[in-house]
Every structure is written in structure tokens, then in C-alpha cells.
């Protein structure tokens, strides 16, 4: 049986709380022997590839740029894209759910790449007022909801 693989989706940089989350939700993927996507870089990105990595997990990024160099240090599998931020469509083309942890713009284009997608998103602290995404209030939460299967 394939590996699920689960988008962590988050702002490049962030607060030590808000990492803490990131790299909590990235553990408990990987625990579930999820394979963690990420966009590869910096913040929430890095922060659950970390987690992923310190619990055995594999963890991809999709890169904006064309160095693989470019790309965090907790990553397995580096995919330097060179798209810039068209690469969020190929983030959400390449995850079938999605946990996102804070977050900017960036991760409100991916969230909406998602929805159109009709694939699960699952907010931690992140946008959600207006639309169709779940609202975890934990980490450990956020993996439930995003690991259930649909009704």
C-alpha cells in the first residue's frame, strides 16, 4: 500500500509557537507513517520537516527556485521547481490533504489550490473564517481530522 502523503502549509517564517505546531504536526505524521510535503523552505515549512525527520519520517519539499541548495535542511527528497509561487500548484497536485499551520498569503493560495482541488484542509490557526476547512485546535487534533476518512 502507497505511503499517504500530507501538505504542511505555513508561512516562511514564524514565532517559536507557532513552529512548535508545525513541528508537532510533522511528528505525528510521521508516526502515521505519512510522508510530510512541504513548500521547503524556512518557518512552518521547516519546522515540520524537522519534526517528520526526528520521528523517522520522509519528508519532501517542492522549492520556488531552481537551487535544490535553496531548500531547509530536513528534507529528504528536494524538488527545485523554479515556478516561484506557481509552485503551490504543484504542492497541491502532489498531497492528498492538508494541515495548515499559520500562515500569509502564500498559504491562503495553497488553501484555495486545495479546496478547488476538493481535497481535505485542515486549519491550525490559520485561515478559515469563509471557508470550507476544518478547524483543528491542536496539533494532535489537526492529524486526526486530516487522516479521517471522509464521510
Known amino acids: 500500500m502507497a505511503r499517504r502523503i500530507i501538505g ?3 508561512a516562511g517564517s514564524c514565532d517559536e509557537e507557532v513552529a512548535s505546531r508545525a513541528r508537532d504536526v510533522g511528528r ?3 508516526r502515521e507513517n505519512c510522508v510530510v510535503l512541504t513548500g521547503g523552505l524556512g518557518g512552518v515549512m521547516e519546522a515540520a520537516a524537522r ?3 526526528e520521528a523517522g519520517g520522509l519528508v519532501i519539499g517542492i ?3 531552481p537551487h535544490p541548495a535553496e531548500g531547509n535542511s530536513w528534507l529528504d527528497i528536494t524538488i527545485a521547481t523554479g515556478l516561484g509561487d506557481a509552485r ?3 504542492i497541491c497536485n502532489s498531497a492528498e490533504a492538508f494541515v495548515a499551520v499559520g500562515g500569509e498569503y502564500g498559504t491562503l493560495s495553497e488553501i484555495a489550490y486545495a479546496l478547488k482541488r476538493e481535497k481535505r484542509v485542515v486549519s491550525l490557526g490559520s485561515w478559515s473564517e469563509g471557508l ?3 478547524v483543528a485546535d491542536s496539533p494532535e487534533d ?3 481530522r486530516v487522516l479521517a476518512d471522509r464521510d
Open 28 to 30: 505525528l505524521l510521521a
Open 8 to 10: 504542511v502549509i505555513g
Open 51 to 53: 519534526g517528520a525527520q
Open 63 to 65: 522549492l520556488p527556485g
Open 88 to 90: 503551490n500548484a504543484v
Open 142 to 144: 489537526a492529524v486526526k
Open 132 to 134: 470550507p476547512v476544518e
